[in-house]
Structure formats: structure tokens, C-alpha cells
């Protein structure tokens, strides 16, 4: 099955942007949608990017998606405190049939 | 609105077997592919398996084939997962996922339910 990579943690200050990046290793990866989902402490996963870039209404413009060959991004502009969680890109197989998330990466707004 | 509502966790002895529910409302729950996706203590996400939105077809996780089966009833808007033999590295918490689309779009989550398995 996929194997996606992502840092385990990064940080930045209020109102800044980072990036958060995803890596595959499957030449499937190519051809497969990222998605990616914001995880607040305790609570469930939410949807933040489908289909590489593409945003669910209620998401704000801060977030953004991006895929190119084997990688994806996530950026997060105007950093709030609030956005102090982790993230979770996650692609679906559709040669394998399975899914599958990164490691995770830990926000951390200073 | 959407939502996904899980059953079933509990402390479990070793061996044994559990039977996970998932109550779906708000949606049509026979035109979407669900999944069950588990995160273990301190841990990231890892998916588990899926039903497509008819139970026609049924996708499992190398770590998890041939000890859980997924399943559905649409009559009754509940999805379940099945797990037997239980092991210590099965604790987690269960979350099922509504599948919308083609994509990777795993687009509402249930609050998950917690399973340890431990003697």
C-alpha cells in the first residue's frame, strides 16, 4: 500500500504562512487526489482540501492545496493560534484499492 | 446535517472479538462508499477498510485482512465493522468516514469509539 511522508512537526509565528509537505512512493501517487484534514486535540478529523485543491465550503481561503508529480503541499496563510493542530494528508489507491494517510504533521504556533 | 455516529468500543481481552457500529443521518447512506479509519494512542491515521456504497465490493489493510470484515445495512443506515482475534496493537479509537466522490474525499467523520484490548 502507499506510503505517504510527511515532517513531523513545524512551526511558525501569528500571521505568518508554512507549508506542510506530503511525499509519496508510489508512481500511483501521480494519478491519485491528495486530501488533507485538520485534527484538533480530542477531537475528529476534519476535511480541509479534497481532489489536491480544492476547498469544502465553511473552509477559509487561508488554506491551500497544491500536488505536483509525487508531492502535495498544504500552506496555511495568516497563521492563528487557533490553527494549532495536527494535519493529515491521506490519498485513496484507486489501482491498489486502499487508503492511506501520512504520519502526520504537528502545528505549533508560537 | 451529516452525521456519523460510532458504537461498540470497550476493553476487550486478547483473542476476543468486538462488532463496531457506525449510525449514518443526513444523508443518502446507500449512494456513498464508507470507511472505518483508526488511530492507536499518540499515533497518526491509519485506514482500515472499505465498503462500497452498495456492499458489493470490500477493501482491507494488509495489517487488518482476515480478521476484520466490514459491512453494511442500508436498510438500517448503519455500517459495521466485525473484528476477531483481537490484539493488543488493534487499541485505538474507530472512526468511520463517509466516502464523497472519486477522490480522496473523506468528507464527515464520526467522534470515533475507543477499543483496548488488554487482559
Known amino acids: 500500500q502507499s506510503v505517504l511522508t510527511q515532517p513531523p512537526s513545524v512551526s511558525a509565528a501569528p500571521g505568518q504562512t508554512v507549508t506542510i509537505s506530503c511525499s509519496g512512493i508510489s508512481s500511483n501517487i501521480e494519478n491519485d487526489y491528495i486530501s488533507w484534514y485538520q485534527q484538533l486535540p480530542g477531537t475528529a478529523p476534519k476535511l480541509l482540501i479534497y481532489?489536491?485543491?480544492q476547498r469544502p465550503s465553511g473552509i477559509p481561503d487561508r488554506f491551500s492545496g497544491s500536488k505536483s508529480g509525487t508531492s502535495a503541499t498544504l500552506g496555511i496563510s495568516g497563521l492563528q493560534t487557533g490553527d494549532e493542530a495536527d494535519y493529515y494528508c491521506?490519498?485513496?489507491?484507486?489501482?491498489?484499492?486502499?487508503?492511506?494517510f501520512g504520519g502526520g504533521t504537528k502545528l505549533t504556533v508560537l | 446535517q451529516v452525521q456519523l455516529v460510532e458504537s461498540g468500543g470497550g476493553v476487550v481481552q486478547p483473542g476476543r472479538s468486538l462488532r463496531l457500529s457506525c449510525a449514518a443521518s443526513?444523508?443518502?447512506?446507500?449512494?456513498?462508499?464508507m470507511h472505518w479509519v483508526r488511530q492507536a494512542p499518540g499515533k497518526g491515521l491509519e485506514w482500515v477498510a472499505v465498503v462500497w456504497y452498495d456492499g458489493s465490493k470490500k477493501y482491507y489493510a494488509d495489517s487488518v485482512k482476515g480478521r476484520f470484515t466490514i459491512s453494511r445495512d442500508n436498510s438500517k443506515n448503519t455500517l459495521y465493522l466485525q473484528i476477531d482475534s483481537l490484539r493488543a496493537e488493534d487499541t485505538a479509537v474507530y472512526y468511520c468516514?463517509?466516502?464523497?466522490?472519486?477522490?480522496?474525499?473523506?468528507?464527515?467523520w464520526g467522534q470515533g469509539t475507543l477499543v483496548t484490548v488488554s487482559s
Open positions: 468516514a463517509r466516502h464523497v466522490g472519486g477522490g480522496s474525499k473523506w468528507e464527515n
Open positions: 481532489d489536491n485543491n
Open positions: 443526513g444523508f443518502t447512506f446507500s449512494s456513498n462508499g
Open positions: 491521506g490519498t485513496w489507491d484507486t489501482s491498489l484499492n486502499a487508503g492511506s
